[in-house]
């Protein structure tokens, strides 16, 4: 069950300036979100910003939006940083620590999560914990901890707000509705940069033909997860927690165009689809501005210009990631953090050019399946196993190292 859901939203509420934290401000996701935060500077208002260690953008950010609070969350990058950068009026933080305390700062409405990766867990549960509304775009939260996250959003009285394209979608395709009446929840992929490829095809990929995505600007670990479409998997994952629904309702279609980013198939037989352009603006503005959607700068369909839009299976024999995914839905317990760790440990290795593109999906198999799997796993033994998970593909890299062609 969605936490939050149902929650009543008064037009009172709805209408007052909200207090806004970004958490990776600096990324794909935290530069659009500060362009919705642009279009509406009466409903919106920037009072923390977080970065990983690019502080000359985080400066820069903080110069226009002027906000309470920044955070660098990686110390280290601290000797480099030109303070007089950075607006009189912001407080500088630093450390792990300093960002989980932003997530909860009193006095903030919402918090955006958009840190990539497993990083994000500790500031989004604190951010719930304090009962705060929760953007989130960090779906490794869920893939990691989906049941625990869930029953603290629940209890603590927290709304989280799907901030992906495809599950802001289904959300809101779902809002109201019965699920008992729900057959299948359908997610869109476009494909990535590999689609149509045979596996023969994809074994001297280099990390350069991995990065070019054919519709959306990404970080690098993101864009590598849809050329293997992992990122799917994961999304798979994600959605199992998010709506309550079972592995086996869970669909994907890859859907090039990338314009219907999700569709819900009722027990009638009837379908329901959500399209829009590929611009991450607008799911972001539907979880800002919740439940209303003024209008803003998203762009919108050209109904004139629109072509045909083409959906077929995915190729899980080339693609074996969204096996994976299906996979670790099904079992949960300790599956889903293994298989995020397994999955960010093998990506690095590519990028490096320690791992072939191919093997990615093969470590993370060969470390999902020797690991020691609990059904109520707790949030520490979560958080060792995602530990346990990067030393096996360390050892799986080594073990299996071979030149890349």
């Known amino acids: 069950m969605l936490s939050g859901e149902g929650m009543p939203t008064s037009a009172a509420e709805a ?12 990324g794909s996701i935290g530069r659009s979100t500060l362009e919705v935060v642009r279009h509406f500077p009466d409903r919106l208002r920037v009072v923390g910003l977080a970065a990983h260690r690019n502080w000359p953008l985080l400066a820069e950010q903080c110069r226009e939006f002027r ?18 950068a950075f607006p009189p009026t912001t407080e500088l933080r630093v450390g792990p620590d300093a960002l989980v305390e932003l997530a909860c700062a009193p006095g903030v409405d919402m918090v955006v999560a958009s840190i990539v990766g497993s990083a994000g867990l500790h500031s989004a549960w ?85 990065l070019q995505h054919p519709t959306w600007q990404m970080g690098p670990k993101i864009t590598i997860d849809s050329a293997t479409l992992m990122n799917k ?58 439940p209303e959607r003024p209008p803003g700068p998203a762009r919108r369909v050209n109904w ?42 093998a990506v690095e290795r590519f990028l490096a050019g320690d791992l072939a593109f191919l093997d990615i999906p093969r470590c ?22 995602d530990r346990w998970a990067r030393q096996e593909v360390s050892r799986w890299t080594h073990a299996h190292l071979h030149p890349i062609p």
């Open 233 to 290: 998997a994961l999304e798979v994952i994600e959605a199992r927690w998010l709506f309550d629904i079972p592995a086996d309702r869970l669909e994907v279609l890859i859907h090039p165009e990338s314009m219907v980013h999700a569709l819900v198939e009722w027990a009638d037989g009837s379908v329901l689809a959500h399209l829009s352009p590929p611009d991450m603006r607008l799911p972001i503005q539907a979880a800002l501005l919740y």
């Open 364 to 385: 993370c198999r060969a470390v999902l399946e020797v690991h020691p799997y609990e059904p109520r796993p707790s949030l520490d033994r979560l958080l060792a196993l």
């Open 126 to 210: 604190a951010a719930l914990e304090a009962g705060k509304t929760l953007a989130l775009a960090n779906k490794e939260t869920l893939v990691v901890a989906g049941p625990l996250i869930l029953e603290l959003a629940r209890n603590r009285g927290a709304r989280l707000l799907p901030v992906d394209s495809e599950h802001s979608a289904l959300f809101h395709l779902l809002e109201g509705r019965d699920r008992r009446d729900v057959a299948r929840l359908i997610l869109t992929a476009s494909g990535g940069p590999f689609r149509g490829k045979r596996a023969s095809e994809l074994r001297a990929v280099t990390p350069e033909q991995a």
């Open 15 to 26: 209408a007052r300036c909200r207090h806004l934290v970004v958490l990776g401000s600096t």
């Open 67 to 84: 906000p309470t609070w920044a955070v660098l969350a990686d110390a280290s990058v601290l000797p480099q940083v030109d303070r007089q």
């Open 304 to 345: 004139q210009k629109l072509g045909p839009l083409h959906f077929e299976p995915p190729d899980v024999e080339t693609f074996p990631a969204l096996t994976l995914g299906y996979e670790a839905a099904q079992r949960g317990g300790t599956c889903g953090a293994v298989l995020n760790a397994a999955n960010e440990a």
